[in-house]
Nanobody, 126 residues
Framework: QVQLVESGGDSVLAGGSLRLSCEATGNFFNSHCMAWFRQAPGKEREGVASIARTGSTRYADSVKGRFTISKDNAKNTLYLEMNNLEPEDTAMYYC????????????????????WGQGTQVTVST
């Protein structure tokens, strides 16, 4: 059974930084797409960043240059380093894995993933 547990969400001021973590169980970690999504109240879930088995990354335009996705295969943990946070970044952040649409060097930023965590809240205020 795949389980994903996010942590690291918090309330910060605009311009601040946070690092989200997603700890995964199972033996699939090295061989599947992993991604971060977020969902603000009243809005659709949107892809933030993804990382493929080869390490290739993709980012939403709104976070390029501010967010960095990475993973530690030895710890089965996915990270999202978020810098220069803006109020528009306020949302519940979810990690996801195992996308039927993914390949070795490409992982989608659309929610085509089979497994999801419960989410961690990020709130950015001015």
């Amino acid at each position: 059974q795949v389980q994903l547990v996010e942590s690291g969400g918090d309330s910060v001021l605009a311009g601040g930084s946070l690092r989200l973590s997603c700890e995964a169980t199972g033996n699939f970690f090295n061989s599947h797409c992993m991604a971060w999504f977020r969902q603000a109240p009243g809005k659709e879930r949107e892809g933030v960043a993804s990382i493929a088995r080869t390490g290739s990354t993709r980012y939403a335009d709104s976070v390029k240059g501010r967010f960095t996705i990475s993973k530690d295969n030895a710890k089965n943990t996915l990270y999202l380093e978020m810098n220069n946070l803006e109020p528009e970044d306020t949302a519940m952040y979810y990690c996801a894995t195992d996308s039927p649409a993914g390949i070795a060097w490409y992982c989608p930023l659309t929610p085509e993933y089979n497994f999801w965590g419960q989410g961690t809240q990020v709130t950015v205020s001015t």
